[in-house]
């Protein structure tokens, strides 16, 4: 299997991991290392950079969000908790707009369109997060997400240079003188080979 095979088959699984409570956080590990092979087959590094600044926003939404469950155990504890979660869902959406920049790159690269659904809808249940309608979106979204990693193939299309095909061939030179020709006997300066008299030194040519 070819390390483009395997990085589709990881991040197909990472995405149906993040469907399964407790185990998300090792299918957001595989995925993106999966988007930074994709970045380097592509030669796309946005698409890394996006997901990785995607992956930070996500771990400070969960330390944020674990921090609020500790504080909301007790009563008092509960008016801290509120803004914690606040602050996580901000981190949540910061995070789905990286991670949604960085599919909508891979489905430029790879012709794969499936990955700018799957993107909208992360961002959509990011923002009814609050919503039970929002971890249905999600929850779509991710199936989608699979498919799309799924059914990535390789890239057949010809290498490019600097966003443009192949590069041109240098021009080819043509010689100064032409077959119709000729040289003046006296001075040597050119002339056409139909006159009679040099144009330079106006002798017989």
């Given amino acids: 299997m070819s390390d483009f095979d395997s990085s589709k088959t990881l991040a197909g699984i990472g995405s149906i991991l993040l469907m399964i409570p407790l185990a998300g956080i090792v299918g ?52 801290i908790a509120i803004p914690l979660f606040i602050v996580a869902a901000v981190f949540e959406l910061l995070m789905v707009i990286y991670v949604r920049r960085a599919l909508h790159v891979l489905a430029d690269r790879s012709g794969v369109n499936l990955f700018r659904t799957a993107g909208t809808l992360l961002l959509v249940g990011a923002i009814l997060t609050i919503f039970v309608i929002g971890a249905f979106f999600m929850f779509i979204a991710y199936i989608l997400l699979a498919v799309a990693f799924f059914s990535l193939k390789p890239n057949t299309n010809p290498p490019t240079y600097n966003n443009c095909s192949a590069p041109s061939p240098p021009p080819q030179t043509t010689s100064t003188a032409s077959t119709d020709t000729k040289f003046c006997t006296h001075c040597g300066a050119p002339v056409p080979i139909d006159s009679a008299f040099c144009s330079r030194c106006g002798k017989q040519a």
């Fill in 28 to 79: 957001v590990i595989l995925i993106y290392l999966s988007m930074k092979n994709f970045a380097e087959y592509y030669k796309d590094n946005s698409i890394r950079q996006n997901m990785l600044t995607g992956a930070i926003f996500w771990i400070i939404g969960i330390i944020m969000s674990g921090i609020g469950i500790l504080f909301g155990l007790t009563i008092i504890g509960i008016l």
